[in-house]
């Protein structure tokens, strides 16, 4: 028997929250989930996955009717990319100077 390994599935989906009802306004919170789902395939047990889930706008209805969506901001998760981003220019201006380095060592 020949085992086969499934596809990854894509899990990309936006939420809609419980609505909650303050003062004549209702707001409902809205957030995306994404991630991969892996499993075994049919001849192999054991399943896999990853997820995550973030929060990207609430919806506020007035008591008129009109309605606005409000963006949620992550800046914590904007500084780590950033900080991902300099470290990761760090260590690669670090590793050419070292193999320039090395490189004008051996000449002399």
């Known amino acids: 028997?020949?085992?086969?390994?499934?596809?990854?599935?894509?899990?990309?989906?936006q939420l809609a929250g419980a609505q909650i009802t303050v003062g004549g306004r209702t707001v409902q919170p809205m957030a995306r989930l994404m991630g991969q789902q892996n499993?075994?395939?049919?001849a192999a047990s054991g399943a896999g996955a990853w997820v995550r889930l973030e929060p990207i706008a609430v919806i506020v209805r007035e008591p008129d009717g009109s309605?606005?969506?409000?963006?949620v901001t992550n800046p914590t998760g904007q500084i780590l990319r950033a900080l991902i981003a300099?470290?990761?220019?760090v260590a690669?201006?670090?590793?050419?100077?070292?193999?320039?380095?090395?490189?004008t060592g051996r000449r002399n």
């Not at 499993?39 to 049919?42: E, R, V």
């Open 86 to 89: 300099a470290a990761a220019f």
């Open 67 to 71: 309605e606005r969506r409000i963006a």
């Open 39 to 42: 499993s075994g395939g049919p």
């Open 1 to 13: 028997m020949t085992k086969h390994a499934s596809q990854p599935t894509k899990i990309d989906q």
């Open 92 to 103: 690669t201006i670090s590793a050419l100077l070292i193999a320039i380095a090395r490189l």
